[in-house]
Structure formats: structure tokens, C-alpha cells
């Protein structure tokens, strides 16, 4: 099995250093986000939570190049994203950030081996087969290359989309509600996927999510309200996580 390199705990994977987000002008001036200030460390979980509105998404996007801070600074490693050209920023996104989304992403028409390894292809990067091969097997999917997403489950779906993000050895892995369309268990499989991307692939994990259990799995939370960082949590219990959030006005 190929190991992943050694990561150092003091190595900064993403960070928005006062970020502000403003939609429309004047009286339709919407401020999503209010000079955050926020690092993601190497080789850590963290979940971003808050009540709707609050930003969280928007804060995601635009650590993930999928959208522009208005003002502030957001780096990749030791890349600032202001300033590059579309060109830039989209292969900054396909080889050094992985995505998870609530939807899957998958393509209907290719086997779940051809859905994994679509980005790789796309970069003309060669595959890494015993690293393919270590995430396949992690993942449990062995059994399920040849099969189409239409012949998955929603949890094998949403694994397939984990192998698909971990096997180009990205930076930092995002995820958008990553367990939003599943059901408990496979909620419970694909966190503790990411979870295990962490603890045994030195991988970096930031996920959005609304859900205080899946939270859990985190090594860190942090929580926004009204576009600003108002609370973290360290190595959480979903009753903290909750407690929080009910003092936050959301009742997740």
C-alpha cells in the first residue's frame, strides 16, 4: 500500500485572512461574510457550521476558488487566489482540491473506476495504481468498479465520490453537505470515510454541514452567525455541538 507523505501539523492547507463577501449595493447590500479571519491546518477535520445565512457556504466557496472574497485573503497552500486568471484558478481546483458534494457529481454514462479516476484524465496526470488501489479497498468498493451510478446506492454513490476526491491527492478536501442526501447509515459510513482520510491518508478534511452528529467526526468545529466566527470547538460531542447551535437560534 502507497503511504501518504508525512504532513506537518503546523502546515497551513487553506486560509482566509479578512475575508469580506457583499452581494448587490446600496439597500440590497446583502454581507455574507464579515472579516473572517480563519487557517485550516494540515492533516486535520474540521467542520463549519451555523444557522442558515450565516455564511458558512459562502465561506467554502470561496476558500475553494468557486467564488470571489470581495475583500481580504484567501490562500491554498502558500498560493493567494486573488489575482489569478480562470485558467489558474481552474487547475489550482483540479490538482491540489478535492470536492465532496450533498448531490454526488457523478457522471451517469461511466462505470464508478472511470467516475474516480475522471479528473486524473482530464489532467492527463497518470494514476497512482497502488494508491488506487489502497483507496478502492479502504472505501469498499472493489466489488462496484464496473457499475454505473445507477446500479449504486446513495451511500455507494457518495463513496465513490470520497475514492474520487483522495485519489488525485489533493491538498485539502472539501465537502458541501456531504452526507445531506443520505440516510443515517450511509450518513455514518461516509464520515467515517473522511474521518479514516484523515487518520490514515494524512489527507485535509473542511465540510459544511447542518448536522451535529456528523460535526462529531471533526477534530475541530467552528461556527458562524451574521457572516462573522463567533464560536470553536475542539474534539466535539454532538451534544456540544447542539448546545452551541441552540444558543446560536438554529435547532439543527
Known amino acids: 500500500m ?9 502546515t497551513v492547507a487553506a ?57 481580504g485573503t484567501v490562500t491554498i497552500g502558500d498560493v493567494e487566489l486573488a489575482g489569478l486568471s480562470d ?58 468498479l464496473t457499475h454505473r451510478p445507477g446500479e449504486l446506492s446513495g451511500g455507494q454513490q457518495q463513496r465513490v465520490a470520497c475514492a474520487r476526491a483522495l485519489v488525485g491527492r489533493p491538498d485539502i478536501i472539501f465537502g458541501d453537505e456531504p452526507t445531506g442526501n443520505l440516510d443515517s447509515r450511509s450518513s455514518g459510513e461516509v464520515l467515517s470515510i473522511l474521518r479514516a482520510a484523515v487518520d490514515e491518508f494524512g489527507q485535509t478534511v473542511v465540510i459544511v454541514t447542518h448536522d451535529p452528529r456528523a460535526a462529531s467526526y471533526a477534530d475541530r468545529v467552528v461556527f458562524l452567525a451574521d457572516g462573522r466566527l463567533v464560536h470553536e470547538l475542539t474534539e466535539p460531542t454532538a451534544d456540544d455541538v447542539f448546545a452551541v447551535m441552540r444558543g446560536l437560534g438554529e435547532e439543527s
Open 2 to 10: 502507497t503511504q501518504p507523505a508525512e504532513v506537518s501539523p503546523a
Open 87 to 144: 485558467k489558474e484558478i481552474t487547475r489550482l481546483r483540479r490538482d491540489r482540491i478535492g470536492f465532496v458534494f450533498q448531490a454526488f457529481n457523478l457522471v451517469p454514462t461511466l462505470s464508478a473506476q472511470e467516475n474516480i479516476t475522471l479528473p486524473l484524465d482530464i489532467a492527463g496526470r497518470e494514476l497512482d495504481q497502488d494508491w488506487f488501489d489502497a483507496v478502492v479497498d479502504r472505501l469498499g468498493l472493489r466489488d462496484r
Open 15 to 71: 486560509s482566509a485572512q479578512h475575508v469580506t463577501k457583499t452581494y448587490g449595493s446600496g439597500d440590497t447590500t446583502v454581507h455574507a461574510l464579515r472579516d473572517v479571519s480563519i487557517d485550516f491546518q494540515s492533516g486535520q477535520f474540521t467542520a463549519i457550521m451555523g444557522p442558515s445565512g450565516s455564511g458558512k457556504s459562502t465561506l467554502m466557496h470561496c476558500l475553494a476558488g468557486l467564488d470571489n472574497a470581495t475583500s
